[in-house]
């Protein structure tokens, strides 16, 4: 049990600190996402920013192709480290509930 | 090395007392790459995020994998982490390492072939670092899996090769590995391991 104990811990440090780490990461990368909207037959693309409660869409016309793929890279990298990030949170409630157990305690 | 143990000891059902996330790449030295990686470059796309430890060295980290990259301690060691510009990473250096890159093989998974210590060294080398290691709990938890290998080495009938392996290391490791299997109260090993 001592063993369990200790590799359990050593876990819930290593996912408290990696949750830290992608919080850091996801702040760290460009606010905003591209959407791009289909009017009347014709693409527009903006960048859709969150204030509060509300979604700002702000106009950014036509993008040259290298910056646009930047922008999806951005948006890609978003929903993994979002997806990352919800996995780790899973796992720090799953350890810190295993370590509560009244066995492990009371060790 | 838990897959490949539960492959190789298929038979007679190896099971892993407990399995964590790190995964180590261990780097000779001196290294010898073929070209430049930049290795958190290609694992970034996966979500892979790179974390400085205290110490200063790397380790690219994933909810479900750690991956460090270590080589071989020798003579005093260094105080530092080891660079690895090939890979845009360093390495942190452990003692006996030299042991598992000398006593290697290949396997094929995923149409990968891949370099991985031999059980018998692999097990031999917990027992050597068992000591070194500062929390006691992690002491106990590197003998109990070593001694698991190396009875499943001796149901699989590969006695001999624990023996030469144990053999081929200097007379101050063997006194470790000795000494780990007495604290770890396993006498079934003293007729072959002395």
Same mark, same amino acid.
């Given at each position: 049990m001592k063993i369990i104990k200790g590799v359990l811990e050593e876990e819930l440090q290593n996912s408290l600190r990696m949750k830290k780490q992608y919080e850091k990461a996801l702040e760290e990368l460009p606010k905003g996402s591209f959407v791009e909207k289909d009017i009347n037959g014709h693409k527009y693309l903006y960048l859709a920013v969150r204030e509060g409660d509300k979604v700002k869409f702000e106009y950014k016309g036509k993008l040259s192709e290298q910056k646009r793929k930047k922008y999806l890279e951005v948006k890609e990298l978003r929903a993994k480290y979002r997806k990352n990030l919800s996995q780790i949170k899973k796992q720090v409630s799953f350890l810190k509930k295993a370590l509560n157990d009244k066995e492990l305690r009371s060790l | 090395m838990h897959l490949f143990l539960q492959r190789l000891f298929r038979e007679i059902d190896y099971n892993s007392l407990i399995r964590t996330r790190d995964i180590d790449f261990l780097v000779p030295i001196p290294p010898v790459f073929k070209e430049k990686v930049d290795v958190h470059e290609l694992l970034k796309d996966l979500g892979f995020l790179i974390d400085f430890h205290r110490d200063g060295y790397i380790r690219l980290v994933h909810p479900e994998l750690i991956i460090e990259f270590l080589v071989p301690e020798r /003579?005093? /060691?260094?105080?530092k982490p080891y660079p690895l510009p090939q890979l845009g990473v360093n390495a942190q250096s452990l003692r006996f390492l030299e042991f598992l890159e000398t006593n290697s093989m290949k396997i094929e998974s995923d149409h990968l072939i891949l370099n991985v210590p031999h059980p018998a060294a692999f097990a031999l080398h917990k027992l050597m670092i068992s000591e070194r290691r500062p929390k006691e709990e992690k002491r106990i938890k590197e003998r109990r899996d070593a001694v698991h290998i190396l009875n499943c080495l001796i149901e699989k009938g590969e006695k001999e090769i624990i023996e030469r392996s144990f053999e081929s290391i200097p007379k101050r490791w063997k006194t470790k590995v000795v000494n780990a299997l007495r604290i770890a109260e396993e006498e079934r090993f003293n007729d072959f391991l002395k």
């Open positions: - | /003579g005093r /060691g260094f105080d």
